[in-house]
């Protein structure tokens, strides 16, 4: 068992899976609008592509890939979500192994870099690396498992915009000329550099808080970095599927705020 937090997190993931697997399916809005299609663009597979997903969830970026020929590989820690991830791809058609991995243990991080050396095209990570207390582990094994021509592709919630750092603020008014209520919505920042771990309940009605490691930018590429892989393509989507008056804090009212943070690692010499 890895050290740090993960206990704590993992007895929280056992269970929440029920609850996040029921709420999320195959994706709320975040994912259908934002994460899934973006992971697909700087991913590029094709057929014949290795994908390997660290974190899988209950499974819905792996089951994404898993098409056209594509092999893909999912681990994660909570033997709750792997059981999900499994029952719901089973019944979708599609062919995902899922295997459990805890990305902070080192000993089974070496091992499954052993059992699969530079097999990987692409590796996914989708709303992960807040959940790890250390990046250094995951960092320094990505190399062993990615084919010198591989990408990693990060999914995160933008760490300048987002929770927990940043807080929506919705101001409403009235139009002096034309007596309409008028909505307008802006982030405030008190803090960015240090902050948490905080716990969070990122699903409204979740069972179970988790516990958030937030890390200023250079602080969640510094890792990766000091591992011998640089980014080469960033995106920051917001909602742009219009604006939800009914619903004055909603993401979707905030299109020039970015929701997502998604960068693309390679190796600096494959
Ligand atoms: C926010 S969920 C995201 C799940 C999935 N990637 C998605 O986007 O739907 C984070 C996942 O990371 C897993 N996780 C957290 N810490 C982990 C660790 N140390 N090793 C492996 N998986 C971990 C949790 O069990 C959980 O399934």
Known sequence: MACG?????????????????????????????????????????????????????????????????VHVVATDYSEAQIENARRRTEG??????????????????DEFAEQFPQEFDIVTGSMLLKELSDLKPLAEFLPKVLKPTGRIIMANLHPCFRKPGAHRVVEVTENPRT????????????????????????????????????????QLLGPFFDAGLVVNMVREPSFQSGEDPSLAQSYHNFPQIPMQFIFRLVLLNP
Do not use: C, M
């Open 5 to 69: 937090a993960t206990p704590a997190n993992l007895g929280q993931w056992n269970k929440n899976a029920e609850f996040w697997d029921q709420t999320l399916g195959e994706g709320n809005d975040l994912f259908l609008e934002l994460i899934l299609p973006t992971l697909e663009e700087l991913a590029d597979a094709k057929p014949g592509d290795k994908v390997l997903d660290i974190g899988t969830g209950n499974g819905i970026v792996a089951r994404r890939f898993a098409r056209d020929g």
């Open 92 to 109: 979708s058609g599609k062919v995902v192994t899922f295997l459990q991995l805890d990305l902070l243990d080192k000993s089974a991080l």
């Open 179 to 218: 007596g309409a209520q008028e909505i307008q919505t802006l982030i405030k920042v008190s803090r960015y550099l240090n902050i948490g771990p905080v716990q969070s309940k990122a699903l409204r009605g979740q069972p179970e808080p988790l516990l958030w490691f937030h890390r200023p930018i250079h």
